[in-house]
């Protein structure tokens, strides 16, 4: 029951067409959701420009391309992240405003860009292997709204390489750590800075790495403070959650 | 938001005290639950008889009588599993009507006694190491009002005394099987019987047991059809599903 | 031995044409299952109308097709899941009154229609994803005739369409809820219900979802009442278990 | 080498008491944290207030009493987690000024109260079991400057209960949810509002739970926006990085 | 129904006392095994002398001790394993023949000597920490009549002892190897000799043996022909089945 | 260094050509084996007729071509499992009079047939998804001399057709019982016979059978007496301990 | 910074262009690496005639040609690892003075010789399964200028073999001992010799070898002295680690 | 057979007191070892002033100090690690020369002093928790005469600190890193050196540290060279191992 609805039952009400109590009676009648479903999501209204997201992984070409057309045509922005090269194609061919990331395997379509946030967000991750995850966090950020800085240079291996960013670290209002392997780095990161460090393991490695789970459980156990940890892979999820830290830092 | 509350308003719209506009703001203002809470929770009003239970491991004897005292002073029932020697002796302490199911390690305290149920559950197990499990769930079967027959002398070591209860199994609404080890007895009961078998893996055993996981796993690959699974030694939980089952062959 | 042969047996001694002491070493000399099988067996004699079911995976076209012949030439009817579109082929050249049901990857053929029951199941998952391991439920059941109700859009992300559903859930005889990722939908679908929820995970999600063992772990460790579970994407299994369930409720 | 003693053998150079290439082999052979590190520690300087933690599970009552006594010898606040009741009888022996938190099992001490901060963060959770470690992040929290709003009569058994926070947990800057079980609720929470969601697996369970992963899979693998998790039981990791988010929202 | 019964029944349809279509009823309202498990359990028939056998632990002394009674009184030998200290106290003072096999925790009540055996078994160790279990093996064996011979000096690190031992190895009917830590005994000694090696894993070590998991895997895949593999710590189970082939290479 | 060259040093020192310090040299200074290895390796001299394994999997065509050629060259039968289809017709393009056993993947070559031994062993399954690993165990047990049974058409959800094999299991030297899914078989039938009951667990199953552990944990942990239990699919490590066992058997 | 710079400055201090406290400022507003990053990294200015190293898998053809071409382009030489046929192939064509190593599935390409070092490293396996692992080790070596001794015919299955070799173990610096399946001969050479054994478990096997698990878990509850682990199938960190051991064995 | 025997038994066929077959036959039939053995352990003959090992956990105090008796009574020194309070009395009063290490929960009997090493051995660790297991490396370091250097001030959360022992770090033989939690000290401190990283994983942490796993994984993941690992706590096998390493450096 939307707003005109319910409004229409009250005024029958005041004029007498409708009783009180079989007002009361039609109000618990009706489904739940239709009286407070829109608090429930209204929240949601203030997220104009905030892209809708798809998983495409698992589903076809077509299928993306079909969900691609149905955002859009409610007026939403659109992230796809783990696109294939079929739904890439399938995307772009039926979406030429359509924008391909290449290295974080997603698709942005942008109706409405999103408001201009202030401060930023530092993405990390120690080289070549992890940018596809460290690349969607980035892709994701943008979408939102969100700047970032990428700093993909750094790793446990070269520390120096990691000390000399320190004041861009803790200038950031979150830092996103990608990292498989033995998933150190957010540690190491945690320690020389006080900002929030969203982990994201990879699954990069090979052996007792067990696709990811050496990383995951070494951020888990992180010695330093202010490291929480998303999904192995999860760059989406980890750029969803710095773009909100973001966001909160730009409350007024 | 109860009843009267709104019905309240409703009339003030009614008069013209409230016009349309400002009750849609109060109603949309008011908080989510007052509004559609009494619905949800409306089916637990039907359940006079039964009693709400608590879980007593990891709790004080001290904390487990006073919600026994708080439960019963709404009039409820109780049903409390999972109990301590300790915990025994402060309930029995405080509250002599209880009673102590010694083998289940339950305490029942009966304010009103549950609505009487036609049909009945069938509890079984192979031996003793399984009987606290078995008994939990019988106990619990019993507090919601749901006949049961307990059949503790069946394995799959000695596969003859299970064939001989064949047609006792086939006439009941549930069967609730507890078996530790290698897991493997509600996969032979159900395939002698067209009746919902519901396994409980119990924490019997040692080893490569892993404290019942070796049976859990066993459970859930059943070849036979109709075996669902709860939680290892969740005896509980199968007497509360395997009461719901007999309840709805009781419905009209 | 069926009852012909035996009663043969005990007439010839009873006419003196097998003294008692003969007749006890044939009884005795029998293949076990003679004596006592037909017993055992006896309740599958009841079962007009129900399919036989063939778990297509991992069997080439050529077999699941002539497994379909045999099963139809005992005059049974047929449920195949988890069949290849080469498999589908197959099937269908060789049987072509055979229905294919595309999203839950299934063939059934029907000799005798089943015994229509009263009542309904509830198949309710939260989206695309979890659909084939929903629809393989669904057809399942309606296999073995007993009605179903779809709610494909509900998710715990979306709370409010959820509550929605709640009177249909409270009506049915059965619940069953296919959730992949984290697994919570079950226990949200039990907290609000009194109704057997039969919780199916799949193996939807990725990283630490461990194909599915997420959401088994989370469904094994409900707080919510009337939950149990079957084998990760176990369609049919969750089928099976509800058609029992509301054929149950059908006893007179 | 700090400023002082840097600043000294510049002026040497200045004055040719040094040439410059003998400077340079100096400062080059001086230990490498002299010339970096007072840059790298810097930021902890403007933790003014802050207290030092200690984790004293392991460590002897007379350990903890001696580690508390050197930190406030150095003005710093001290906060100790996971006390057991040895523990806290020697500390407070010790020093009478130390506050105990019965619930949260933390001391605390009091040098220099923390600059206070504006916004909230909410600590959430189901009830009584997960009560220790939500009181940990609770007094972390607090003992980091950092206000905090208190939900604990939620669990997605009850969902309405939970609706009825909406606003509530809509206002935060954060929300730390602490479950057991089957770890549900900070997934229900994160798909209602738009605030970084700190979702702390807890212990409380039993059989398939593992001591907290079953929660903890269910956390790392949620399905709504926002979600990220810290390791099992880390009530003081989660309040720590609820702080640091609620700081960088207080930044100017 | 014993043969006895059975006869009288068959017995009286020879004299006409009762018509055959009456026996027919009674021998299928029979229970079930009284037709069949005669047959089914006859072999257990040919097991004169040998014991009945008690998992101790998870029982109280009073009830093993009661179990002895009752075992004996059948006219059965008694084999106790997992017997703690208290077990032992109880069951000595209630039964004062009973022997008490200190390093197998094991108990041992002789009522008719099982009939002697030709041949024999070795069960081998590396040392003292997996003594329990390759005693609590010999024990089993003695008490089946099974002849053994013990070699417990023999480990991967001293290989030359091994090889000492091969001629004896090579007579044997079976060998019993118990291992803990990496598990490699059973591989080495299977690749010196042609019998049967029967694995048994110890839950001797720590670390990243996970109570005997490692040595389960090592053994389990094992590259040397003939080994198999009990349960952790299952010397009672290892005894058994080298009593069984001792037994098979004694069939006349 | 063989019986031959032994002999001559012996005869060089007992003529006095090589004095008795030298002579020890020469001893030490051989390879260790050659010294002690004829004794080690002896046993093997007693396997006439037995092949040589080859274990495909993992090897080019090519490769286990070639190493047929070689082990028949030296004399020996060749027995090859996991045989893909490209490794099948380049072994019998090479070798014509090589056997190919479709269902058991497996190739064998025999030079001279081994001896036949007397006695039997049981191979059994429940059915089409575990032939492979059945076959494999059964064709190893031919190909090493021992003569087998096969009953493949036992299951646990059919407990009638099992119990009615019972003579059959009973009179057998071993059994070998391959088993999928839930694993129970071996349990089941290890409770009907005193024959020892070699489990192989198959990797057929989903979800949370893992690959054959849920029916690996199950046979493990087995409450019936006599079984053991090899790797996972492992049907021809199976085969070469039941042989052994039925070899044992025939020791005069 | 380099030393250029900062000599540029502390001469600009020196003839006053710059006040001590202004040269001060500089100094620390320099990237953190600059003022100490030679220092940190020097060690590796010995490491003259050292490949840099790439780990191939998971790169494109392309992406590791570019990578061989810059590293060379630098003076160095280059060790690839984990090369496909079609890394091979590209860098090949790229750089014909590259040498493909196939079993090792490495390629080398050698701009400076590495410095040759005394000592040698054993490199030791059971067979072919395991030579791509041992291989890469072994080649790894050689790329660094550690001399090695292939030892690939030694098995726990055939004992005699590995004790021919003890002299030759225990002349080396340090062993490779490369082994899947059960993982045991790690430990048993380790029992033989006092030299650091390096255990590498592969990934050879089936079944509960999870892939290399059994094999790790096995070497890492060696019960020899002087074992320790790498990653499963990491041959190269073996290498490089071993020739480390015999470079430090080069130490004048 | 000792040399002496064994020259004995030729000087015999040398003087014709026996024919060289007979000596053929008393070569061959002596036991296995005595004829090679003395080859095979002769390496540990060098081992003059090296510990015997004792691991007192799961021994009693009686047995640790009736085994430390009984070595040093062979003239050996003696090392116990594990020793818990109970068995330290009991050695103590037994041997009152011994020396009890209180951290490493150790005790040494030192009967000859062991060779003096040149070249030492750093032990480092992050802080007091892992200090047991450091401690047991460097006591074991210390009975087998290897120099060792302590750092136990360094921690992946104070980086700086780290890079001040760079030099130490470069000119140790070998480098023990003792680490709990995330487990990521060893690869920092490996990125930063040319020399072995011995790891070990300390079972400190909780939650999803599963008792050292976490570290354990990292470890063996770690994407800097020249890393090993050992055990979970294994602190006397990183010292073995570390010595060995040490003793190598030394060699001529």
Do not use: W
């Not at 391309?65 to 039926?94: D, F, K």
């Not at 401060?119 to 966090?137: I, K, N, Q, R, Y």
């Not at 393991?201 to 990383?215: L, M, R």
Request: glycine letters at 10%; aromatic letters at 4%; a negative charge.
């Amino acid at each position: 029951m939307d707003r005109t609805k319910l409004l229409a039952l009250l005024e029958e009400v005041s004029t007498g067409a409708v009783p009180p109590a079989a007002a009361l009676e039609r109000l618990r009648g009706m489904p739940f959701e239709d009286l407070g479903f829109a608090k429930v999501d209204h929240h949601r209204g203030i997220r104009q420009g905030y892209p809708e997201a798809i998983f495409a992984a698992g589903k076809t070409p077509k299928q993306v391309s079909e969900i691609v057309g149905r955002i859009r045509a409610h007026g939403s922005n659109v992230l796809a992240t783990r696109c294939s090269p079929e739904v890439v194609a399938a995307v772009l061919a039926e979406h030429p405003d359509a924008v391909h990331h290449d290295l974080a395997r997603a698709i942005t379509v942008t109706v409405t860009p999103p408001e201009p946030q202030t401060g930023f967000v530092v993405v990390g991750c120690a080289g070549t292997s992890d940018l596809p995850v460290a690349e969607e966090a980035a892709v994701t950020c943008e979408a939102y709204g969100c700047p970032i800085k990428r700093v993909y240079d750094v790793g446990v291996a070269g520390i120096h390489r990691l000390l000399g960013h320190h004041e861009l670290f803790q200038s950031a209002n979150a830092i996103i750590v990608c990292a498989g392997m033995e998933g150190a780095l957010p540690s190491v990161v945690a320690g020389l800075v006080d900002v929030p460090v969203i982990a994201v393991p990879t699954s990069v490695g090979y052996g007792a790495n067990f696709g990811g789970i050496a990383a995951l459980l070494a951020m888990l156990n992180s010695c330093a403070s202010g490291v929480s940890v998303v999904n192995i892979d999860n760059g989406f999820g980890a750029g969803m959650l710095a773009s909100m830290i973001n966001r909160i830092a730009n409350r007024p």
